[in-house]
């Protein structure tokens, strides 16, 4: 069974930096996509950062310059570093992962996501 977990969030101060951290557990073969989403209340889930397994990286444009996604492939894990941090900034923050790993029924590629970390950033 394929497991992502997410540490990282808290509360900071506007300016300030913050690291996610998502690792994903499990008998894993190959992470083919991983990206963060977020999701501030009252407003849509929104995709934040791309980390294609051919080394691609996307960012949506309210954090270019700011936030740098990374992944560790030895410790299937990968990162969100987040800088000069905004109050709009502020929500749930989520791993999603398109992992192809061996389970109960064979090789199987399927999306998983995390079960969110909240980060606040105050003014």
């Known amino acids: 069974q394929v497991q992502l977990v997410e540490s990282g969030g808290g509360l900071v101060q506007a300016g300030g930096s913050l690291r996610l951290s998502c690792a994903a557990s499990g008998i894993i073969i190959s992470i083919n996509i991983m990206n963060w989403y977020r999701q501030a209340p009252g407003k849509q889930r929104e995709l934040v950062a791309t980390?294609?397994?051919?080394?691609?990286?996307e960012y949506a444009d309210s954090v270019k310059g700011r936030f740098t996604i990374s992944r560790d492939n030895a410790k299937n894990t990968v990162y969100l570093q987040m800088n000069s941090l905004k109050p709009e900034d502020t929500a749930v923050y989520y791993c999603?992962?398109?992992?192809?790993?061996?389970?109960?029924?064979?090789?199987?590629?399927?999306?998983?996501w995390g079960q969110g970390t909240q980060v606040t950033v105050s003014s």
């Open positions: 999603n992962g398109n992992i192809t790993a061996r389970q109960s029924l064979g090789v199987i590629r399927a999306d998983y």
């Open positions: 980390f294609t397994r051919g080394g691609s990286i």
